[in-house]
């Protein structure tokens, strides 16, 4: 049994809705959505979950914003705890087969779509999964890293995530605890009498810790990310924001810095997000749905 101590982080609180009672934005259709892209193409387009739900990957909200899932792992605690590592490796090993799996949707083939049709001037994601770059869109900045990356924190040596699944399904043999629930981002809820048989894998080359590619909660987005999106701001005419409630911070600042430029906003996502007051509209509808159509539409004579 692990000795090492499970460490907390104060001060550091999930992301969550607040409703300022501010009216919701005005309801748009598929004809704004697509009369938005022609007339301030290129856009830039920021991404969220509900892109790929249709996938078969979780979402942490809700359409209200609201979070639905237990507590994540922070960084500094899987940074310090030992036992933390454990448990988010024995959870990713159940759960990077979904991942590995998933298949781009409607939603990201549309996307791309536009982008093929010269409409995009580049596409932010805050996904982890890869799909819009399975899609064939090829021009796409990953706020948040992406989980088929890991990095070693000690060397900085890069591993590609498939090849770390083979090494613990060697050190794993025999471990298959029943997988309770698949949740966001390669997760599985796991009974906690699961992770004590569990075996971690470290560095090949200095046996350091290992870590996805990815932004944890409590971590900061690298400043060079946001430099990138500034770039592809200044030649834009416009954002969409697509599946995303914009709850987390580093989207929200996204929208508020291409209002700062005097950009128009519009968004496609089922429910309300925390940017509605300064959204030209919301298209309320499931984004592959909606994408989908809207591509048709501008396809249209």
């Known amino acids: 049994m692990d000795s090492t101590r499970t460490v907390r982080t104060p001060g550091i609180r999930i992301p969550e809705f607040r409703d300022d009672g501010s009216p919701p934005a005005r309801p748009g259709t598929i004809e704004d959505l697509a009369d938005f892209l022609q007339r301030r193409a290129p856009v830039l387009v920021l991404t969220g979950a509900g892109c790929s739900t249709g996938s078969g990957i979780p979402a942490y909200r809700d359409p209200d914003g609201r979070w639905n899932r237990r507590q994540p792992i922070f960084f500094q605690e899987f940074i310090d705890s030992a036992v933390t590592r454990r448990r988010y490796w024995a959870r990713s090993f159940l759960g990077w087969p979904v991942m590995h799996r998933a298949r781009a949707g409607d939603a990201h083939r549309a996307l791309a779509g536009l982008a093929a049709r010269g409409l995009l001037t580049g596409l932010v994601t805050q996904n982890v999964d890869g799909l819009h770059q399975a899609a064939g869109h090829r021009d796409v900045l990953e706020l948040h890293g992406g989980l088929q990356r890991v990095l070693c924190l000690d060397c900085g040596a890069a591993i590609d995530r498939d090849v770390l699944q083979q090494r613990l399904l060697v050190a794993n043999p025999d471990w298959a605890p029943d997988v309770l629930e698949i949740r966001p981002d390669g997760d599985a809820e796991l009974d906690d009498a699961a992770y004590p048989g569990f075996r971690v894998v470290d560095c090949e080359g200095c046996g350091g810790r290992l870590k996805p590619d990815v932004v944890f909660f409590g971590e900061t987005v690298p400043a060079e990310r946001f430099a990138a999106v500034r770039t592809r701001l200044a030649s834009a005419g416009g954002l969409l924001v697509a599946g995303s409630s914009l709850v987390v911070g580093s989207g929200f600042r996204i929208v508020r810095e291409a209002v700062r430029r005097g950009l128009p906003?519009?968004?496609?996502?089922?429910?309300?997000?925390?940017?509605?007051?300064?959204?030209?509209?919301n298209v309320r509808d499931d984004c592959g749905t909606a994408l989908t159509r809207t591509l048709d539409r501008l396809d249209s004579p």
Request: avoid cysteine.
């Open 265 to 281: 906003v519009a968004a496609v996502t089922r429910g309300r997000t925390r940017a509605d007051a300064l959204l030209e509209f």
